[in-house]
T-cell receptor
Framework: ETGVTQSPTHLIKTRGQQVTLRCSSQ?????VSWYQQALGQGPQFIFQ???????GRGNFPPRFSGLQFPNYSSELNVNALELDDSALYLC????????????FGEGSRLTVL | AQRVTQPEKLLSVFKGAPVELKCNYS??????LFWYVQYSRQRLQLLLR??SRESIKGFTADLNKGETSFHLKKPFAQEEDSAMYYC??????????FGTGTRLTVIP
């Protein structure tokens, strides 16, 4: 069984740039969620994708967008980066069944200068 | 609006002592609550969910709707329990709202 993998593990961008983060879901999972974890905070829900469509969104602006592909892998795109976007971005996969159990990746740490 | 409060950022206990990590929530719907744990150099993972009413690694958590609490307890702490613990509230299909976490250190 392959776990959730994310890439890149670390990256540095400057304000105003755009970034794409990638995630491969755990084998057999059909739902992917993205979370932002700022330093000293708990993960904050960005959005969830199921069947390649957004299936719930947290309190994040439209410049945060995503994609889910037929193989259930996913991307998180952030446009017009701001300094406050510096955080650990976590991807989590699951079944759509309402169990609340998420399987997390190790995250991509984004630093915006 | 939902809220999950973990009042202690840091908690230290001696090995063999009881441990309680506090979690209070605010939610207008019917709450589904979870504890997630992150051990050193490992990824975030589910520890237990209230609906299962199970004990995992000696930990239990009871949902108290009157006090809107979901405290995590273990009667005898072990060194391997040292980790970051997050309380989480389910607000949609597998959408979780996390607290800020408590770092538990078990002193040998």
């Amino acid at each position: 069984e392959t776990g959730v993998t994310q890439s890149p593990t670390h990256l540095i961008k400057t304000r105003g740039q755009q970034v794409t983060l990638r995630c491969s879901s755990q084998s057999g999972h059909n739902t992917v969620s993205w979370y932002q974890q700022a330093l000293g905070q708990g993960p904050q829900f960005i959005f969830q994708y199921y069947r390649e469509e957004e299936n719930g969104r947290g309190n994040f602006p439209p410049r945060f967008s995503g994609l889910q592909f037929p193989n259930y892998s996913s991307e998180l795109n952030v446009n017009a980066l701001e300094l406050d976007d510096s955080a650990l971005y976590l991807c989590a996969s699951s079944f759509i069944t309402n169990t609340g159990e998420l399987f997390f990746g190790e995250g991509s740490r984004l630093t915006v200068l | 609006a939902q809220r999950v409060t973990q009042p202690e950022k840091l908690l230290s206990v001696f090995k063999g002592a009881p441990v309680e990590l506090k979690c209070n929530y605010s939610y207008s719907g019917s709450p589904e609550l979870f504890w997630y744990v992150q051990y050193s150099r490992q990824r975030l993972q589910l520890l237990l969910r209230h609906i299962s009413r199970e004990s995992i690694k000696g930990f239990t958590a009871d949902l108290n709707k009157g006090e809107t609490s979901f405290h995590l307890k273990k009667p005898f702490a072990q060194e391997e329990d040292s980790a970051m613990y997050y309380c989480a509230l389910q607000t949609g299909a597998n959408n979780l709202f996390f607290g800020t976490g408590t770092r538990l250190t078990v002193i040998p």
